[in-house]
């Protein structure tokens, strides 16, 4: 069964420190790759996504994320995170042919200290 | 915008009871619906997939007697956990994506219910 992993549960940062959250997943085909963000007591939403091309994707708000096919790896990045980067983050998988079934990590909650 | 909302956000029940929950698109119409279950510090795990006019579509291991989903209009999929005892207390969560919008459409999440059951 495909799987999803989040490698950081909880990551606490200071504002203008650098981001990488850990994401890998275990499936061999075809996938599709997403990034959700869910602000405290917000609806999760969508940071950004991979479904084919350049492996480097860039989403909002200054966050990006490589697709490492040979490392089943989409690790989230930001080069300088501020307070309002305060939320949960999920990564999550499509495969091929999933009629748009995502397949959640347990999340990374990140706090940011000013 | 697209705007998924959910109601009521918490419940509270007595076990042996049932209860509702409601998911809808505000400004869009959604052929298709899916509702999550997240248990604390994991992942939202898919329960069902939700098509307008027709059954649900359940992931294994689901109990669809116990969760049963109706989508009777294009805007609106009910969960209703029925015969609710503690160990279905958790956060539900709906997602919907938009009619025509294929089947890799972007998903609009709500801001999920939390069920606790006593």
């Known amino acids: 069964a495909q799987s999803v992993s989040q490698h950081n549960h909880h990551v606490i940062l200071s504002e203008a420190a650098s981001l990488e959250l850990g994401c890998n997943y275990s499936y061999g085909g075809t996938v599709n790759l997403f990034w959700y963000v869910q602000y405290p007591g917000q609806h999760l939403q969508l940071l950004l996504k991979?479904?084919?091309?350049?492996?480097l994707v860039k989403g909002i708000k200054g966050f990006e994320a490589e697709f490492i096919k040979s490392k089943f790896s989409f690790n989230l990045r930001k080069p300088s995170v501020q307070w309002s980067d305060t939320a949960e983050y999920f990564c999550a998988v499509r495969t091929a042919g999933g009629y748009n079934k995502l397949i959640f990590g347990a999340g990374t909650r990140l706090a940011v200290h000013p | 915008g697209a705007v998924v909302s959910q109601h009521p956000s918490r419940v509270i029940c007595k076990s042996g009871t049932s209860v509702k929950i409601e998911c809808r698109s505000l400004d869009f119409q959604a052929t298709t619906m899916f509702w999550y279950r997240q248990f604390p510090k994991q992942s939202l795990m898919l329960m069902a997939t939700s098509n307008e006019g027709s059954k649900a579509t359940y992931e294994q291991g689901v109990e669809k007697d116990k969760f049963l989903i109706n989508h009777a209009s294009l805007t609106l999929s009910t969960l209703t956990v029925t015969s609710a005892h503690p160990e279905d207390s958790s956060f539900y969560i709906c997602?919907?994506?938009?009619?025509?919008?294929?089947?890799?459409?972007?998903?609009?999440f709500g801001e999920g219910s939390r069920l606790t059951v006593l």
């Open positions: 997602s919907a994506r938009k009619a025509l919008a294929g089947e890799t459409g972007e998903l609009f």
């Open positions: 991979y479904f084919s091309g350049d492996p």
